[in-house]
């Protein structure tokens, strides 16, 4: 139940097409999901993040799409570019918990 | 704002060796921050929760003894590997979430460390 499934493992898009990486969750505790880009030998820096109450939030080029019937929810990247080429982690945790709950990861390339 | 500082970036040392490793809030005071370890390819897995002045909690499955935790400011922790042995290389995070923020705030991520253990 604490689990975050993401897909998929690994993604290869061209550049100025719209890559989209899903999250699945089962815990409805869950009420905080943040999304993480980390690029080789650093650490993960968070790009966006939504609770439950909204079902779109849009920063820059990142959009998060919630659906909170379906405990899903997705990372889109518009115009993407070859510098998105990065490592992408959903996460959630529970309101007023400290934990994150990390899915297992996207390596997404974006082609010239 | 919100910088994590993770210090050595990387260590090279003999089997048996023990390694500490700092992470400091820069820039904002952290009550709690956290330790994660990170094989290649691989997500991250919390190893403990550390809390300013008080024991860390480890997560199942850590060894205490192994994976030493010390927070003793607001802006410090320290993870000292002890008897350090191959299996223990790894990648290892910090991350820190600000006390003056309210809850569900984002935990700020150091650069790693990336321990190799001969």
């Known amino acids: 139940q604490q689990q975050v499934k993401q897909s998929p493992q690994s993604l290869i898009v061209q550049k100025g097409g719209i890559p989209i990486i899903n999250c699945a969750y089962e815990?409805?505790?869950?009420?905080?999901f943040p999304w993480y880009q980390q690029f080789p030998g650093k650490g993960p820096a968070l790009l966006i993040a939504i609770r439950p109450d909204v079902s779109e939030k849009k920063e820059g080029r990142f959009t998060i799409s919630f659906n909170k019937s379906a405990k899903q929810f997705s990372l889109h990247i518009m115009d993407s570019q070859p510098g998105d080429s990065a490592t992408y982690f959903c996460?959630?945790?529970?309101?007023?918990?400290?934990?994150?709950?990390f899915g297992q990861g996207t390596r997404l390339t974006i082609n010239p | 704002g919100a910088v994590v500082s993770q210090h050595p970036s990387r260590v090279i040392c003999k089997s048996g060796t023990s390694v500490k490793i700092e992470c400091r809030s820069l820039?904002?005071?952290?009550?709690?921050m956290f330790w994660y370890r990170q094989f290649p390819k691989k997500s991250l897995m919390l190893m403990a929760t550390?809390?300013?002045?008080?024991?860390?909690?480890?997560e199942q499955g850590v060894e205490k003894d192994k994976f030493l935790i010390n927070h003793a400011s607001l802006t410090l922790s320290t993870l000292t590997v002890t008897s350090a042995h191959p299996e223990d290389s790894s990648f290892y995070i910090c991350?820190?979430?600000?006390?003056?923020?309210?809850?569900?705030?984002?935990?700020?991520f150091g650069d790693g460390t990336r321990l190799s253990i001969l």
């Open positions: 815990n409805t505790a869950f009420d905080y």
């Open positions: 820039d904002f005071q952290a009550t709690t």
């Open positions: 991350s820190a979430r600000d006390r003056t923020v309210g809850k569900n705030q984002p935990q700020h």
């Open positions: 996460a959630a945790s529970i309101q007023g918990a400290q934990k994150l709950v």
């Open positions: 550390s809390n300013e002045g008080s024991k860390a909690t480890y």
